[in-house]
């Protein structure tokens, strides 16, 4: 069994391994994006003149405008040539944000170009996801794996990138009571949303600004631009730019010679390789969302819908506020830690979830998503608890941190696999789960930083606890829903409910392989 499950993952990479490889690629834009804010907030903040509050504002352009781009990326997804076309413009809108970042001498230009790079990361993180869905389907968990470490690989690159370039003192010249340990116990703060008491570094507005950091920018700008042109090249493979192509064309048509040496080879006759002709409409989008097209879905189907959201809402806030907190954390009593020595947290964090999702490629062969997670829910509630015990051990900060970010690296796309899973593949699902953790990401940051401003920092990982025992929770009832919702459609004549549409009619190379 093990050895048909593997040939037939393989056979779906040889039909679709360009698709793939461009959805990685994308992703690896993406993950340069989510992590170069931090490290440079202060050199942006001597380029634009402005202060700690009026800079720490590009934080909430930035992620704001994601969470839209999240939200409206799944319109672009009904066709092929509306997917690619909205991949290369969002590539190649961060790849000229990057290299126009350090002319934005103004902060709500600055506010302006972040906002924008914001948008193209969230159209980028929900049509990838979504298309990459479409082509594996019950296969999908291990490229999704492998799409979600691309991701990680992007993030670390970013701020390796970046450090050489850094201003280690004031980059405003005049001002000599700011020294280098103190901007980076700054910079490190200020990677956490929470704003620092000026009186302890004093940073002036005026004078002449001296700072190396665009040619970071215009580097990581240059290392992007491979990205959309994979995109196009993938697009002119497709004739997608032809004057006769059909622009309603969906996924992966163009595969039909792909999939007609896949019939031969594995024994299907060439009439598998087509569907019968059907009088039903395609399924838009988000169709199964409308209120219009509601009629005959059953509690369940919404139930699955909220409650995978809410798990990724809790376990994606969880990533954002570690990763955005745990230097401040670090630094603060009962930990008092040296600024450098916490200062490498976070790059151990976003390591170990590049590590984890790297390492849960193959453990998708072996084990189902639900198992995953399971796995993974039960190891980063663990984590956390001993983090609260051994809450003055700063070696096992370092540990717990490690062990974190192992265990969370594969929730966000076992989840994302397992609900496309249960919703027989409609396409809705991804763009609702990705909304949601973005969502989490967003305000659980606010929200802990608030907790901390009045509580103190141990209250960071009380809360990071509580959130990871309510996505437990969520993801408990998940499982008790999806168990109603088979038995409805198991009850439905024919499984009509469940009957997947096909891509205008023709199977493609991954439909042929699915149903083998």
């Excluded at 909430?60 to 040539?81: C, E, N, W």
């Excluded at 060439?270 to 009088?279: A, I, M, N």
């Excluded at 969302?289 to 919404?302: K, M």
């Excluded at 954390?329 to 976070?346: D, I």
């Amino acid at each position: 069994m093990k050895h048909l499950l593997n040939e037939r993952i393989c056979a779906l990479f040889r039909c679709n391994w360009q698709h793939t490889f461009t959805y990685w690629s994308v992703f690896f834009s993406f993950g340069l994006c989510v992590a170069f804010l931090g490290p440079t907030i202060l050199d942006l903040r001597c380029q634009t003149q402005s202060t700690l509050q009026e800079i720490t504002l590009v934080f909430f352009s930035q992620q704001f405008f994601l969470f839209i781009g999240s939200t409206i990326g799944g319109f672009f997804s009904k066709t092929l040539v509306n997917s690619l076309s909205a991949l290369a413009l969002s590539t190649l809108i961060i790849s000229v944000v990057f290299a126009i970042i350090p002319l934005c001498h103004k902060l709500l230009m600055l506010a302006f170009a972040l906002a924008v790079s914001g948008l193209a990361m969230g159209i980028i993180d929900t049509i990838s996801n979504l298309q990459l869905v479409k082509i594996y389907q019950k296969d999908s968990t291990v490229f999704l794996q492998a799409l979600h470490f691309f991701v990680g690989l992007g993030a670390l690159v970013s701020p390796l990138i970046a450090d050489p370039f850094l201003s280690e003192t004031s980059c405003v010249i005049g001002n000599s009571s700011a020294n280098a340990t103190s901007l980076t116990h700054l910079r490190n703060k200020l990677t956490g949303r929470l704003m620092p008491n000026e009186s302890i570094v004093h940073l002036h507005t005026e004078g002449q600004v001296v700072t190396n950091v665009s040619y970071a920018f215009w580097i990581m700008a240059l290392i992007n631009l491979p990205v959309p042109i994979a995109i196009f090249v993938l697009m002119y493979r497709e004739r997608l730019f032809a004057c006769g192509s059909d622009p309603s064309r969906r996924l992966l048509n163009g595969d039909v010679l792909a999939m007609k040496t896949w019939g031969t080879s594995t024994g299907l006759s060439e009439d598998t390789g087509h569907q019968k002709e059907t009088s039903r409409s395609h399924v838009d989008v988000f169709s199964c969302c409308l209120l219009g097209n509601t009629r005959g879905f059953p509690l369940s189907f919404f139930g699955i819908h909220i409650l995978g959201g809410l798990v990724l809402f809790c376990f994606d806030g969880i990533v954002g506020s570690y990763t955005g907190f745990v230097y401040t954390y670090a630094v603060e009593p009962p930990m008092n830690l040296p600024h450098k020595t916490a200062g490498y947290l976070t790059c151990v964090f976003w390591a170990a979830i590049t590590v984890g999702r790297l390492s849960a490629i193959p453990l998708s062969y072996h084990f189902k998503p639900v198992r995953l997670l399971t796995i993974s829910q039960v190891g980063v509630i663990v984590t956390l608890l001993l983090l609260l015990i051994f809450s003055n051990s700063s070696v096992f900060l370092f540990i717990g941190t490690c062990c974190l970010g192992l265990f969370i690296s594969s929730i966000f796309p076992c989840m994302l696999a397992l609900t496309e899973d249960i919703l027989e593949y409609k396409g809705c699902a991804t763009t609702v789960l990705v909304t949601g953790a973005g969502m989490g990401e967003m305000l659980l940051q606010v929200l802990v930083g608030s907790v901390m401003h009045y509580q103190g920092s141990f209250s960071f990982l009380v809360c990071g606890m509580l959130f990871g025992c309510l996505g437990f929770a969520f993801f408990i009832l998940l499982y008790f829903v999806k168990q109603n919702h088979r038995n409805f459609t198991e009850a439905l004549p024919n499984n009509s409910y469940t009957e997947r549409p096909e891509e205008n009619g023709i199977k493609t190379c991954s439909d042929a392989v699915l149903n083998s």
